[in-house]
């Protein structure tokens, strides 16, 4: 259910830029330098843990064209990390203890 979720919050907000799939090909990507990331195939500058891409959403990529989505609420960016996780090759464990901490202070 998160990760259907997920898939919905992607859709409205995630998909012009990365693309539909997440192969980093939406329209409104082809202009941004550098290009959005293929969510497919990962290769993360931030790192790819749950966390790592928790923190992505609230403070975007700095220098890059990745921008913050603080405003979405904290569900839907936790729905978007699961969705991202379900659709990449590139998906370094997760400390569940670590996750879980870091999950419980979360804003």
Known sequence: QVVAHGSKVYA??????????G?????????LNPKPRNLIEGGWKQGGTSIALYKTLQTG?????????????????????????SITKDKPEDDPAALEQFAASAD
């Open 12 to 21: 409205t907000n995630c998909a012009v830029c990365h693309g539909p799939q």
């Open 23 to 31: 192969a980093g090909d939406g329209a409104a990507g082809a202009g």
């Open 61 to 85: 990529v700095p220098g890059g064209s990745m921008t913050a989505f603080k405003h979405l609420p904290k569900s839907d960016r936790w729905a978007l990390v699961q969705y991202v996780r």
